[in-house]
């Protein structure tokens, strides 16, 4: 067994002789990926309810209010190429930890913003980190866990972003009017308390090490995505996955209240409300995603999840009385943001060490490019026909999902990692 000395900077690195060391090994590599992306959720969310208050404090247009979330994206787009590559040629951890540190600091200077340009800097810069630690987590989870719980350890990675968003909902409007929006920001700096502890507690992977320790030559993973055609073919097909999941998630939650609000008079708590039960049938699908992955296949669980998806999408916009929209919600929920349980086993098993992490911030946040677009279709559908109209329309784009999983992806379930 080997174990670093407190002293020494360094945690615990995984003994294949020792499963106990593998095992504590795997759950501190997990509670480090699922803080990460709780830390995201969180402050996507906080920023929402805190932007009317900056905008008043700052004398901020509705405009510029709307950059401060667009770039935040932006960056995290950036920061997903930048630091999935980075964490291939120089390790898991190492840029996990950055991507938090860089989030957090960031994030505590928003506090410091004088006005509209720096506060945008801030935020860009934040997102940067913000987008790195999606990929990194789901990385090393993948390589830290056995196969045959791969998926259901990374869909705890997907459940961290629920945890985030709850825990923003629950807590802002407690703080918000006592600390105020600067206040709120300086909160962001904790995370670079959890930057430090993941740092020394955590060590990279013994397959990411080893491998790097036997490769003659770095191969540029960008390359890896389209090695060949099979590995192109997987690449097309994760790809539209994850655009359709981040369009129809986008689509869905930042119009739903809306459409509760003017479809059917729902006051803001209520619509508030109705959404929050749709975000906690969100996490009950993650958590059962990665369940019936690791039990079924990765293939059988998306195509279930996906036809779930139109289904319920289709279903929900015909629906009417409060108690249906309410069940309505939940179960469409399970289904239109399960799917995020499975893209970490997924991705892992269809590329080699050496692109891993990059195979996972890239793809996934080019579908989160694409996923911004969302809102802008269900708000031009909506005024063109009605909310009704346009929910109704996204169920249709999950069929894309079908063709592409059935057709582009391969199942991969229990592979060793090459």
């Not at 957090?104 to 410091?112: E, K, Q, R, W």
């Not at 073919?233 to 609000?261: D, K």
């Amino acid at each position: 067994m080997s174990l670093a000395s407190p002293s020494s900077g360094q945690g615990s690195r995984p003994d294949s002789t020792d499963p106990r060391t593998q095992r504590r090994y795997a759950a501190r590599a997990l509670i480090a990926a699922v803080l990460g992306y709780a830390m995201d959720g969180f402050d996507l969310l906080i920023l929402g309810f805190m932007l009317p208050a900056i905008a008043l404090d700052l004398h901020l247009s509705a405009g510029q209010a709307g950059a401060l979330v667009t770039w935040t994206l932006i960056g995290a787009v950036i920061g997903g190429v930048v630091f999935g590559v980075l964490s291939d040629y120089f390790g898991r951890v190492r840029m996990l930890t950055w991507t938090i540190l860089l989030f957090a600091v960031f994030t505590g200077l928003c506090a410091l913003a004088r006005g509209y340009g720096d506060l945008l800097i801030y935020r860009t810069i934040a997102g940067i980190g913000l987008g790195g630690e999606f990929g990194i987590g789901m990385t090393l989870v993948a390589e830290a866990w056995p196969a045959s719980q791969r998926a259901r350890a990374s869909s705890y990675v997907g459940l961290g972003w629920q945890l985030g968003v709850l825990a923003a909902a629950l807590i802002t409007p407690l703080l918000l009017p006592l600390i105020g929006w600067r206040g709120m920001f300086a909160v962001g700096l904790l995370p670079a308390v959890v930057s430090f502890v993941v740092r020394r507690r955590v060590d990279e992977p013994e397959l990411f090490t080893a491998r790097r320790a036997r490769a003659s030559r770095r191969r540029m993973p960008l390359k890896l995505l389209v090695a060949d055609w099979r590995t192109a073919r997987a690449s097309i097909g994760v790809t539209i996955l994850c655009s359709v999941q981040n369009f129809g998630y986008y689509g869905l939650m930042i119009w739903l209240p809306s459409y509760l609000s003017k479809t059917f008079g729902y006051s803001l708590t209520k619509s508030g409300l109705w959404t929050a039960v749709t975000v906690i049938g969100m996490g009950i699908g993650i958590w059962l995603f990665g369940i019936a992955a690791d039990r079924f296949g990765r293939k059988p669980a998306f195509v279930f999840y996906q036809i779930g998806a139109v289904v319920m999408v289709f279903v929900y916009a015909h629906l009417t009385t409060p108690g249906a929209l309410l069940a309505g919600g939940a179960l469409m929920g399970v289904f239109v943001n399960g799917m995020i349980g499975g893209y970490g086993a997924l991705i892992s098993e269809l590329y080699p060490t050496e692109a891993r992490a990059t195979a996972q911030n890239v793809l996934f946040n080019i579908g989160r490019a694409v996923g911004g677009f969302g809102p802008v279709a269900v708000g031009a559908l909506a005024a063109r026909y009605s909310f009704g109209a346009a929910i109704t329309m996204l169920a249709s784009i999950y069929l894309l999902d079908v063709i592409a999983t059935l057709c582009l992806i391969p199942e991969r379930r229990g592979a060793a990692l090459d």
